[in-house]
């Protein structure tokens, strides 16, 4: 069982920078992949950007050269810095494990944590 607690969101302008952590629990995170997802209002959860457990990145394409997914399995977190934030970017931002595997798809990510608000005003 892992347990995934996110920080870091909040009220920003066009074009600042935020970045978000995600605490995960247990002893075996670096055999899981992470991700980020988020939720605008009314839409659907899409995939912004995972790192596989061996370190290996994906992004989704509107955020590739403005976001950076990183973790530090020592600490047990993973953290997506996000810069030149757009009014876009504006959803609830979600981390998700999955055990080994990960991707893009949503539906293969067994562990969700509760979101945390981005907002970006222009």
């Known amino acids: 069982q892992v347990q995934l607690v996110e920080s870091g969101g909040g009220l920003v302008q066009v074009g600042d920078s935020l970045t978000l952590s995600c605490a995960a629990s247990?002893?075996?995170?670096?055999?899981?992949?992470m991700a980020w997802f988020r939720q605008a209002l009314g839409k659907e959860r899409d995939f912004v950007s995972a790192?596989?457990?061996?370190?290996?990145?994906y992004y989704t394409d509107s955020v590739k050269g403005r976001f950076t997914i990183s973790r530090d399995n020592a600490k047990n977190t993973v953290s997506l810095q996000m810069n030149s934030l757009k009014p876009e970017d504006t959803a609830v931002y979600y981390c998700?494990?999955?055990?080994?595997?990960?991707?893009?798809?949503?539906?293969?990510?067994?562990?969700w944590g509760q979101g945390t608000q981005v907002t970006v005003s222009s």
């Open positions: 998700a494990a999955d055990y080994r595997l990960g991707g893009t798809a949503r539906n293969q990510y067994d562990y």
């Open positions: 247990g002893r075996t995170f670096s055999s899981y992949s």
């Open positions: 790192i596989s457990w061996r370190g290996t990145t």
